[in-house]
Nanobody, 115 residues
Framework: QVQLVESGGGLVQPGGSLRLSCAAS????????MGWTRQAPGKQRELVAS???????NYADSVKGRFTISRDNAKNSVYLQMNSLKPEDTAVYSC?????????WGQGTQVTVSS
């Protein structure tokens, strides 16, 4: 069982930056592929970024060059650095962990990009 708690969301102006954090409890964190998804009102959930247990990363085209995902296995944590934020990045951002058939989700944190 893995529990995920996100933090770091908030209100930011266009062009600004935020860093999201996700703290995981439970065993074998380093085995999991970790990711961030987001869901805006009236839209489908979108995979934003992921990082495998080997450190390989993947990004949605909409965030490439602006967002960076990283993990710290010693701290059981994964991060999402978001730069050059746009109003269309406004959404609830959720952390997820996946290993084989197991998948876990956090409650999410709101990110609002507005002037």
């Amino acid at each position: 069982q893995v529990q995920l708690v996100e933090s770091g969301g908030g209100l930011v102006q266009p062009g600004g930056s935020l860093r999201l954090s996700c703290a995981a409890s439970g065993s074998f964190f380093s085995r999991y592929t970790m990711g961030w998804t987001r869901q805006a009102p009236g839209k489908q959930r979108e995979l934003v970024a992921s990082v495998t247990n080997g450190g390989s990363t993947n990004y949605a085209d909409s965030v490439k060059g602006r967002f960076t995902i990283s993990r710290d296995n010693a701290k059981n944590s994964v991060y999402l650095q978001m730069n050059s934020l746009k109003p269309e990045d406004t959404a609830v951002y959720s952390c997820n962990a996946a290993y084989g058939i197991r998948a876990y989700w956090g409650q999410g944190t709101q990110v609002t990009v507005s002037s």
